[in-house]
């Protein structure tokens, strides 16, 4: 069974960085479209980034575009999220996931996507 551990979140301050990690077991990563997606308390499931190496095509909502960056290291079947100059309205759970279905999955959209990390909690505070 696909399974997802997102880890790396916690505490900072407004203008500070954290890096995210998801670890994959049970399937390869290159063969899917995966992402980072983010759920703030009242808000709907926002897709932050997604990226597929077989499409060789990565997505930035606007939101994060210039200041959030995707990465993957396939040795270590793990994907990262490199997230600067955090803001306080990035505040949120944050959740990493993947799809076999790379065309769909590019979009980025949170519906499109079979397989959730638990999630782990981003909180930008002075």
């Known amino acids: 069974q696909v399974q997802l551990v997102e880890s790396g979140g916690g505490l900072v301050q407004p203008g500070g960085s954290l890096r995210l990690s998801c670890a994959a077991s049970?399937?390869?990563?290159?063969?899917?479209?995966i992402g980072w997606f983010r759920q703030a308390p009242g808000k709907e499931r926002e897709g932050l980034s997604c990226?597929?190496?077989?499409?060789?095509?990565?997505y930035y909502a606007n939101s994060v575009k210039g200041r959030f960056t995707i990465s993957r290291d396939n040795a270590r079947n793990t994907l990262y999220l490199q997230m600067n100059s955090l803001k306080p309205e990035d505040t949120a759970v944050y959740y990493c996931?993947?799809?076999?279905?790379?065309?769909?999955?590019?979009?980025?959209?949170?519906?499109?996507?079979?397989?959730w990390g638990q999630g782990t909690q981003v909180t930008v505070s002075s």
């Open positions: 990226i597929s190496s077989r499409a060789g095509s990565t």
């Open positions: 996931a993947a799809t076999r279905d790379v065309t769909r999955g590019l979009g980025c959209g949170a519906s499109d996507y079979d397989y």
């Open positions: 049970r399937f390869t990563l290159d063969f899917y479209a």
